[in-house]
T-cell receptor, first 114, second 112 residues
Framework: DSGVTQTPKHLITATGQRVTLRCSPR?????VYWYQQSLDQGLQFLIQ???????AKGNILERFSAQQFPDLHSELNLSSLELGDSALYFC?????????????FGPGTRLTVL | GESVGLHLPTLSVQEGDNSIINCAYS??????FIWYKQESGKGPQFIID?????DKRQGQRVTVLLNKTVKHLSLQIAATQPGDSAVYFC???????????FGSGTRLLVRP
């Protein structure tokens, strides 16, 4: 158990809908990262937050957004869902984006868009 | 759980043998490298890391080797056990950003 929690574990929804994925980082970690893992594209970095502020952005679609709250939990919002958005979504956390940045991953949320 | 990356390269080893998983990274500016293990239905689990000013680092039953000249990273697992069966990912971090770039992964199968 990495100490990172994610909810829900599974999510099934329809195209065009909007969903929110939630992540709680490890105790003491200030930085949160979101990744998407699909069968054909592996693990793709989406976005990073540090202490409430966006720090880095990767291959995140405009239909997706995220935020980190004062209690350091983070939410990833996915809207206008398409079939291709079906994937595993992982959250990771680290103490701070520093010299060595070991990221600890949560168990993931499996999103299925029908 | 559903398998990740059904068409991943696969390394099959006999239980008790040593395993070597290789990874070619892309960016010569990367300064930090990590190996992750991902079991079916779970998130990636940190195994070992290495900074670019080192060429070797050892952990418990694992060793990471870094060759910056050819941008190659390897993970050696000693006395491979059935519990080592998983998909292994290498990841690199550029020194100018905080995001990790993951390789496509290698599936390790341990034969009893």
């Amino acid at each position: 158990d990495s100490g990172v929690t994610q909810t829900p574990k599974h999510l099934i929804t329809a195209t065009g809908q909007r969903v929110t994925l939630r992540c709680s980082p490890r105790s003491g970690d200030l930085s949160v990262y979101w990744y998407q893992q699909s069968l054909d594209q592996g693990l793709q970095f989406l976005i990073q937050y540090y202490n409430g502020e966006e720090r880095a952005k990767g291959n995140i679609l405009e239909r997706f957004s995220a935020q980190q709250f004062p209690d350091l939990h983070s939410e990833l919002n996915l809207s206008s869902l398409e079939l291709g958005d079906s994937a595993l979504y992982f959250c990771a956390s680290s103490v701070a984006p520093g010299d060595t940045d070991t990221q600890y991953f949560g168990p993931g949320t499996r999103l299925t868009v029908l | 759980g559903e398998s990740v990356g059904l068409h991943l390269p696969t390394l099959s080893v006999q239980e008790g043998d040593n395993s070597i998983i290789n990874c070619a990274y892309s960016n010569s500016a990367s300064d930090y490298f990590i190996w992750y293990k991902q079991e079916s239905g779970k998130g990636p689990q940190f195994i070992i890391d290495i900074r670019s000013n080192m060429d070797k680092r050892q952990g418990q039953r694992v060793t990471v080797l870094l060759n910056k000249t050819v941008k190659h990273l390897s993970l050696q697992i000693a006395a491979t056990q059935p519990g080592d069966s998983a998909v292994y990912f290498c990841a690199e971090r550029e020194d100018s950003s905080y995001k990790l770039i993951f390789g496509s992964g290698t599936r390790l199968l341990v034969r009893p």
